[in-house]
């Protein structure tokens, strides 16, 4: 009998994938309106083993993914923190797909059903490593913010997560310069959350278990933009990966003229090396960081 069961399941959460790819929401409730599917057992072997939840996560489909959570709770209440937990074969869970893809209110919606922020899949990455990948300041930012800046107690392990390395030595930060994520690479690197100058540019220079840093990894990347950003912001570029190449060797290797001209005109260039003062950024940040928040909240899709 547990054979046939099995199979019963099976199709009927090929069915539910096919909605949820569909956006259907009226099948889905038709589905749900039953209330007799064990919706939390729906897997998606297409999909590394993914959840329902998993999906409409990632596709930011705020309705359903409510929709999804509330009859979980109505109907399997002692199951659902495990549920919202739930990791797909590569040790993902809805929370980092939410933070991949910036969708604050599906954000909101996870932690209010018990996510777990602090989170990692099996090769070691967070919250912030999928937001860099995905260049969504909007879901780093909203951790930071309400997580450490607001939190009442501040914390602490969000500051954690924001250094933390993947099993590849890879920060955030690395993320950001591999991925072309501009917008929370600037952020990473302006975050009030280094005590002092050296600790800023330790993180910035920091190098992977191939002895990459971010500004390697930006030449890498062919980011012209990036290059400029870090080098800007005190990025060395006489640091060598394990093979003894530097960021100005591995872009005249690449035939990069333009970063490798960048790169060596650095140390020369007095408005490359100028650094915003660090006094005015601790002394407005709640305000800055305020207005950016409130806005991007508002524009956060649905």
Not at 238 to 267: H, V, W, Y
Request: proline residues 2%.
């Amino acid at each position: 009998m547990s054979g046939t069961k099995d199979k019963l399941i099976e199709k009927e959460a090929e069915e539910f994938f096919e909605h949820i790819e569909n956006e259907d929401i009226k099948k889905i409730n038709e589905i749900l309106a039953t209330k007799d599917k064990e919706i939390w057992k729906y897997r998606s072997e297409e999909n590394e083993d993914s959840t329902i939840l998993h999906v409409s996560v990632y596709k930011k489909l705020y309705k359903i993914t409510e929709l999804i959570i509330n009859y979980v709770k109505e109907n399997n209440e002692a199951g659902l923190n495990d549920f919202i937990n739930e990791k797909n074969k590569q040790g993902t869970t809805a929370i980092h797909f939410a933070a991949f893809k910036g969708n604050v209110k599906i954000i909101k919606l996870l932690i209010e059903n018990g996510a777990n922020i602090y989170a990692e899949t099996k090769r070691h990455l967070n919250i912030f490593h999928y937001s860099a990948q995905g260049n969504k300041p909007t879901s780093l930012m909203y951790f930071y913010l309400y997580k450490y800046i607001f939190g009442k107690p501040k914390d602490e392990k969000i500051i954690e997560l924001i250094k933390a390395q993947d099993s590849g030595g890879s920060t955030p930060l690395h993320w950001a310069a591999y991925s072309n994520a501009e917008d929370v690479l600037l952020y990473l690197i302006n975050l009030h959350i280094f005590p002092n100058e050296n600790e800023r540019l330790a993180f910035i220079n920091q190098r992977d278990k191939q002895g990459f840093t971010a500004l390697h990894l930006s030449v890498t990347s062919k980011s012209i933009r990036i290059v400029m950003k870090l080098l800007q912001h005190g990025a060395n570029s006489e640091i060598p990966d394990k093979n003894g190449n530097t960021p100005l060797k591995l872009a005249i290797d690449k035939n990069q003229k333009a970063i490798a001209d960048i790169i060596r005109n650095n140390q020369s260039c007095e408005l490359c090396n100028m650094k915003a003062p660090v006094k005015q950024i601790k002394k407005s940040i709640k305000n800055i960081l305020g207005v950016f928040i409130s806005q991007k909240i508002g524009r956060a899709h649905v």
